[in-house]
């Protein structure tokens, strides 16, 4: 490390936010290597457990699963197309507001997933000088978008339910709306199977391992996929107003009822993807990642004494990241500590990218402010 980097590094310690204690409280010692006296401040960010970048690790099963999640969406699109032109054709031919509703909620799948294969090109694209961490955050642009976008159309079309209810003034064809819906259902079965992610992952060179940071699925096709479940319900609902309205044609005001009933449920199935999109924004501890479970496994690792500044944020929401400022004991080696912490940390928590910079330990970081942690 150049002499220049050493001094960045040294000038970082400065800049520690504020956090709640972070001491040794009797854990277990992960043992260390090789003991040492080489105390050199040291920053290190990882994509796999060595330094060469060229090996097989997080950002290689990334691009994995991002070529997987083009081939879904890109399959779904197509399926999604062809079948909104006839739901468009076939809610036109019934005048069933409710099929129309179906189609422009499938329009609005559509767009979206054009909006998130958009948004997985972008994120492939290499990093710059101005767009350091490169563009993986277009995935999550992506995914709010889409969630905004069946908003508005949801909300355009509960407004047509209302002005159709109070006017009366409409005709409905039951047989053509039966099998429109029949049909409706059964594609939005095929798209959820296209679209659906198991979330089983293997760690292999290593332990066999279900953390909850290989199960993180790509949000792009997680967007698709919960608007293909809402709109299966909606298709579900549409049918069996169809199979009333066959039987029962005086209850023509089933139809926009199911609009609104099934614009609620659309709305709800978005809210967990919208928090999701917030939290990576807003850099919070990334879902389903123990903020005191990563602390105490870096305390537990021998030769540590204290940590300050511990950050964990998420690039997209499968990438989480981690910084730390770990002070040592002055007689460990500095370089054993720190290929121990990064053991740890990539074996049990997966992350994608890990800096430690590596301090002095002095008893008056015990009292220091900046030394502290984070309040609950």
Same mark, same amino acid.
């Given at each position: ?34 003991p040492g006296l080489d105390l050199q401040p040291v920053e290190l960010a990882t994509k796999s457990n060595h330094y060469c970048h060229a090996q097989t690790g997080p950002s290689s099963d990334c691009d994995l699963k991002k070529?997987?999640? /083009? ?6 699109? !197509? ?5 909104? $032109?006839?739901? +468009? *054709? &076939? ?43 490169? /563009? ?6 992506? !995914? ?5 976008? $069946?908003?508005? +159309? *949801? &909300? ?44 089983h992952g293997h760690s292999h060179g290593h332990e066999h391992s279900h953390d909850t940071s290989q199960q993180q699925e790509n949000p792009s096709v997680r967007a698709a996929f919960i608007h293909v479940v809402g709109d ?145």
């Amino acid at each position: 490390m150049e002499a220049t980097e050493r001094k960045h590094l040294l000038d970082a310690r400065l800049g520690a936010g504020s956090y709640r204690s972070l001491w040794q409280d009797g854990a277990g010692r992960i043992p260390l290597s090789s003991p040492g006296l080489d105390l050199q401040p040291v920053e290190l960010a990882t994509k796999s457990n060595h330094y060469c970048h060229a090996q097989t690790g997080p950002s290689s099963d990334c691009d994995l699963k991002k070529k997987r999640a /083009w081939r879904q969406l890109w399959v779904a699109c !197509a399926f999604c197309l062809l079948f909104m $032109i006839g739901e +468009v *054709t &076939g809610g036109y031919l019934a005048h069933s507001l409710a099929i129309m509703t179906d189609a422009a909620h499938l329009l609005t799948d559509f767009a979206s997933m054009l909006i998130s294969l958009f948004s997985l090109w972008m994120s492939s694209r290499p990093a710059t000088k101005t767009m350091n961490f490169g /563009w993986h955050r277009a995935e999550i642009l992506g !995914a709010l978008i889409s969630v905004l976008s $069946i908003w508005v +159309v *949801t &909300g355009v079309l509960v407004y047509l339910a209302v002005e159709r209810l109070i006017s009366g003034d409409y005709e409905i064809e039951k047989g053509t709306m039966l099998i429109t819906s029949g049909c409706a259902v059964v594609v939005n079965i095929i798209m959820g199977l296209i679209l659906h992610q198991s979330g089983h992952g293997h760690s292999h060179g290593h332990e066999h391992s279900h953390d909850t940071s290989q199960q993180q699925e790509n949000p792009s096709v997680r967007a698709a996929f919960i608007h293909v479940v809402g709109d299966f319900l909606q298709s579900l609902g549409v049918l069996v107003a169809a199979f009333i309205l066959y039987f029962k044609p005086e209850y023509k005001f089933i139809d926009p009822i199911c609009t609104f009933l099934f614009s609620i449920l659309v709305l709800g199935t978005t809210l967990t993807i919208l928090r999701d999109v917030i939290l990576v924004l807003m850099e919070g501890t990334p879902r389903g990642m123990d903020f005191m479970a990563v602390r105490d496994l870096l305390l537990s690792v021998e030769g540590v004494e204290a940590l300050h500044s511990l950050h964990i944020w998420a690039l997209t929401v499968a990438q989480p990241i981690l910084s730390v400022h770990v002070a040592i004991a002055g007689n460990a080696d500095a370089q054993a500590v720190l290929k121990a912490a990064r053991t740890c940390l990539q074996g049990k928590f997966h992350f994608h990218t890990v800096t430690i910079q590596i301090e002095d330990y002095s008893e008056d970081m015990k009292d220091c402010q900046s030394c502290q942690g984070p309040s609950d």
